[in-house]
């Protein structure tokens, strides 16, 4: 596994490993997410994912997401790696940890860090369902959209 | 000037190809750009309103200038996470 | 450890064993929290803390959290593990994991069971530093004061 | 009827043990095995106020009457996390 704090990777996510790179003295509060592949979708029995990205903007928006965060929470510490290639259903395809002093930041910064990444991180998830398969189309990326920022930030645990 | 040009996702599987290279006019704009590839493959044309464009693997506007050398790229709607 | 939902343990904490717990078919998002022994409290220079909790009944107070937590999100598979003893800077004191469809009610639980835990687990926490020991005393414990869960509920990143 | 009695934390320190059994009236409340205690170790008053009890590891009030054979427990105020 990747020990940068940001990374686009082959290799299975791990929480543990996640937790220690933002590990820090003086931290009291590491909140985690786990973003899991669902065996449903839509209604339809997906059999397992693809995930593309376009490596080098995705880890430039990965590290665009960590800097927007040291601004709003200065005294957080976060890491995102998210996983591409194939996954089947329960396995990880992001993994976030944010650590922070107090938990109000912990919490907020990583809630922010998988809303942004869904906006602006030039990822794309190809389902294969029983029956067919479809490219999923999420959000228009644009990392200077004030709106989408703003939307994530209400959703930051505030 | 030479441009290479990369596709994703859907985009790319309705080109058939995920890699191309054009000649265009010094100063082309990416929107120019992305205007001759609709030309050769129109049923791409309605990602006009959806798609985000980078240059040089840093997100651009489809009125940026390009230089010779630059890889443009094309990006449907994103869904990581 | 131990692979309950709920438990008191002196073991040390894994925040992966946690999440294998709360993990079903079904589920696309994993919220977690790890509260780590700081370094510092109040300005004090913290070398160890000791938690002591009363057992059975810290048991059952983290089995009313979790059912509580099924009541308002009942979407949401909750576990806690709170670590009782020695503990050491950057030792994690408590591990709470939180899985759900959808990534709003797992960031939720995790919230609210980390600050209902804090209001009515029977844990102490005494703290030794540089020059002492305290006992640290925080919440009255009462299950049934409804200012203290509506408190709760609205730090729960509604 | 004989009750046991469990302290914790900065009250278990203060009366220098953790476990005591009372000899009680039948029928006596919590708040009067609570008052008994004070008695002997009256640097425990000050958390009247602050504290929580529990019957048998279940939360109680002060008012509940105790039976034999029960374990009443005081708890200073928690911190956990």
Redesign the interface.
Known sequence: MSASPTAITADVL???AL?RIV?A????????????????NQGRRVLHLV????E???E?ALGRIVDESRVKWPSVTLAIH?RIGRLT??DA??AIAAAS?H??D??AA??YA?ER??????????EYFEGGDV??????????DQAARDAAMR?A?A | MRVAIRLFARLRDLVGCGELEREAPPGSTVGAVWNGLVADYPAIAPYADSMSCAVNAEYARMTDPLADGDEVAFLPPVSGG
């Open positions: 791990d929480i543990t937790v590990e003295s003086g931290i009291g509060a590491v909140t985690t997410f786990l973003g899991l592949v669902r065996d449903h995930y593309e990205a376009y080098p903007l995705a430039r998210h259903i329960g395809s992001v002093p938990r109000a912990s919490f990583c809630r998988i990444i869904k906006q602006i991180v030039p990822i794309w998830k190809h490219w999923i189309e999420g959000a228009t990326a644009d990392p200077d959703l645990c």
